[in-house]
């Protein structure tokens, strides 16, 4: 896949397995025997409490935590990109940096000061008009409100064109608008047949947009369809387990 493809181009995203992942820091159980299968192509949403473990879930399936069980990627040809949408990105809003100085700095290996390369350029451009964001090119990082700044890092979990995509809270900062943009993306990526797991706490949005969904409060306490896993009963169940350790993990 070159960068100069659109970025609406079908893709074929991979199956994820989680068997038995446990992550334990110090005396804490973050993660306890945890179990799911998140089918290709689907929107696989992932809910549960504050400390539940699911930021750090991700950061495991991302590498960048150790882990015991069996973590995989069932690819269905090469490996393909990997996109990651953090819930937040902490920088010095006094910096001088604009939108495309972001872009150029996150999608590209040559320095940001000297701009966005022609190879980046379409691709950039793109990914900035697919969430509302190319009129703002030019505006510094710091002036731009919390929810352009989550357009911004939508945008740039789509350079390269990825196959699997892992969102963590993308709507927790955008406003109305920001979270039609959210879902009209939603509905390209189940389109174009990538995965998608998704940490999120609006179960109003999860239970719409979702193909399946696993509660995950150190232990997955259900893993089923929206209608199945959203009842009154299981969230319950979710939000009030307490763990089994103290510690907090997200």
């Given amino acids: 896949m070159t960068i100069q493809q659109t970025l609406t181009t079908p893709l074929a995203g991979p199956a994820i397995e ?17 179990s799911f299968r998140v089918q290709p192509g689907n929107v696989h949403a992932l809910v549960g409490p504050n400390g539940g473990g699911k930021s750090s879930l991700i950061k495991t399936l991302l590498g960048q935590m150790p882990h015991q069980g069996r973590l995989s990627l069932q690819w269905p040809g090469e ?8 819930q937040a990105l902490e920088f010095d809003r006094g910096l001088p940096m604009t939108v495309d100085d972001f872009m150029a700095a996150m999608c590209q290996r040559r320095p940001a000061f000297l701009g966005i390369s022609r190879h980046y350029s ?31 890092l939508l945008a740039q979990g789509l350079i390269p064109a990825p196959q699997l995509l892992v969102l963590d809270e993308p709507m927790s900062a955008l406003d109305e608008a920001g ?72």
């Fill in 179 to 250: 979270i039609q943009v959210f879902e009209r993306l939603l509905g390209d990526w189940r389109q174009s047949g990538i995965s998608v797991l998704w940490i999120e706490h609006d179960l109003e949005a999860v239970g719409r947009l979702a193909d399946r969904v696993t509660g995950l409060n150190r232990r997955v306490l259900f893993d089923a369809t929206p209608k199945q896993a959203l009842t009154p009963e299981r969230l319950l169940s979710l939000f009030s387990t307490h763990p089994r350790t103290s510690g907090s993990a997200a």
């Fill in 18 to 34: 989680f068997a038995d992942v446990s992550l334990t820091l110090g005396r804490t159980t973050i993660l306890d025997q945890v």
């Fill in 79 to 86: 490996p393909g990109t990997i996109g990651y949408v953090p």
């Fill in 122 to 152: 379409v691709a950039i451009g793109e990914a900035l008009e697919r969430v509302g964001m190319q009129d703002k090119r030019k505006r510094r990082m710091g002036a731009l409100s919390g929810g352009e700044r989550q357009r911004v």
